[in-house]
């Protein structure tokens, strides 16, 4: 089925490439202004970035992103149609226009940002490949690893990023592929590969999925960097700067202390004169983005800011329990920093 | 006098019809010729505008991933020009096996299905009905999920003669490593072949001058056991073993057959053979019973009759949907992707296609390869048709 799913969205991806004529700048937002949502790509089952819950709804940061999005556009942040892709055809869905944003926890490279037709618009989430293994192993470290066989998803940067890490460190091992994320774990839970290999949010939202989690343990290398980010189509410039900053909007909102609950408060009492252009009660820059003028407060007040987001579906209350290491903002120790909107 | 009706008109005329049937030809090829440049050019310029590379330069790039079963040397800084054909081997590898094994056991299933014995009859038709009936890809899933993902790790491993192990990490056999007398072996097998073939061509000849039978089976068995062993004795053995042993978290040494490759062989094999044994039951069927009968008045048991008389003119009919599921084989062979077996589409298709991002042009390289390996495919047996049809008087 997801073979077939992708082979057609590679073959649509030709004859729309075959057919259409060329694409100009603005193409995308009037086409998500006249069909009324943003079709968004998000993966096919992720804790805390992208799954479906009991009643089928999209949860996790990924999917905020895109619902910020869709509220900054349309004021409403229910206006949002997701499609679950797998690693494989993820950019050509993007690529074909099937989908408006890949947001898919996917890794800014060089190779996807120029070689693709693809423009990468900011860093939802910053992290890097890790191991995660079975304690019954005994093993402490990744360097211990020589000879171990190692389940990968097919096609993403964690194949090459192990590749390179074991050839610098000498090691041996036997890589094995699958499609979905899924199947990779359930081979670990089987024995039939010693140690799970994937960005280390994916590692713990893997071990929260299997039957047995404290069986296992992240071993504390962290042998690559994976910014992961949405992605829109190149030559879209005005949508492009649209996601680009929904983002930054979400991370100036908690370094301002703007949150979901006195968002609507702040944006008609607020002296603070960033506050005030941020949330619109100073100054035109939502007409700048071709977006209305409270575009930041629907964002803030139907999803959250970036901290909120974070929390509600990466932080303390969920089974992933992750802290906000790279990902704190600038202020906070961490890499998380926004131009500012002025 | 009268032009006869239908003769050829002087001149350029459309109401002649052979003029008509080549004017509408040539518009035809026009109009697609015009059409598929049309369709490729405007891709072309798409692609360009789009900022989305094209072309083939990305065969050259280093692949930078490693592939768990490699039938060629295969290191991570290779080409992906390499994966392909690594992908390509494992595909034709997991082809020709099942097109073997499947088509022994189809024929054994069908004829057993004819047989008169009610137990081997009706076990045959439980296994035709209950294979045929499920889908491929989730034979493929069961056999490696619940039946080979199930056996015990490395460490608890079953082992035979402590030189076969078997447990979820695949089959640990000792590899055959070339030694000194390696290839006088070689040749000693190719002088062997040569030799059964002589042997059967003076036998075969014999026979039908002089009616004297010769035991041709086990005089070519015979050949093929003592002139390599021949060679073994004189110039040293032909290789020896290195066993696989437990180190760590793997066997090391030693061949592995994966269990992806297990689960999809047997899967492909058993499904196939369902089919196979319907296709042999019909074409045996297809003889006429007045064929057993005069076999069987001539006094042919039922082992010569099946074999010299009903089998021979059978496989006219049996060769023919015989294509088409080898073909079918061949193709299934692709459902590999969902065990993550690094075949040519699981490889290719899958890895390096989002690596690289050039879907279009790798898709076609794709569809291009499994074109020629069925064309390829139906030409064999469409001569290996011709060759044994029957020249009916």
Redesign the interface.
Known sequence: MK?LKS?LA??S??TV????S??HAGATLDAIQKKGFVQCGVSDGLPGFSVPDASGKILGIDADVCRAVAAAVFGDATKVKFSQLN??ER??AL?SGEIDILSRNTTWTS??D?????MFTGVTYYDGVGFLANKK?GVKSAKE?????ICIQ???TT??N???Y??ANNLK???????TSD?SA??LE???C?VLTSDKSQLYAQRSKLASPGDYVVLPETISKEPLGPVV???DEDWFSIVRWTLFAMLNAEEAGVTSKNVVELSTTTKNPDVARLLGADGEYGKDLKLPKDWVVQIVKQVGNYGEVFEKNLGKGTPLAIDRGLNALWTNGGIQYAPPVR | MQKPIGAPKKGFSLSDPRVRGWVFQVITIAAVVALGWF??D??Q???Q?????SGFGFLDRSA?????QHLIDYT?SDTYARVFVIGLLNTLLVTVIGLVLATLLGFILGVARLSSNWMINKLATVYVETFRNIPPLLQILFWY?AVF??LP?PRAAHGLFDMFYFS??GLNMPAAIPAAGAWPFVIAVVVAIVAIVLMSRWATKRFEETGVPFHKFWAGLALLIVIPALSALLFGPPVHWEFAEL????F?GGWVLI??LLALTLALTIYTAAFIAEIVRSGIKSVSHGQTEAARSLGLRNGPTLRKVIIPQALRVIIPPLTSQYLNLAKNS??A????Y?EM??LFA??V?????Q??EV?AITMSVYLVISISISLLMNWYNKRIALIER
């Open positions: 073979m082979t590679v073959i991806a030709a490439l075959g057919v259409s060329m694409a690693a494989k950019f050509t690529q190779s996807r120029a070689g693709m037709g693809l192993l690893l020589d000879g171990a066989t097919a096609g993403t194949e090459l192990v590749s390179d074991f050839r091992y036997t890589p094995i592929t699958f499609d199947e359930k081979s089987s024995g039939r010693d189509r190149k030559g | 369709l490729f405007n891709t310029t798409n692609l505008h789009r900022g989305i590379t930078g991933f490693g592939i768990a991570e999920f993902l199930n790790g979820s990490r180190k760590g978290f793997n090391v269990p992806e692709s459902l992707a969902g065990i993550g690094p589409v699981s899958g890895t296609l989002n690596q690289t991002g879907a279009i898709i």
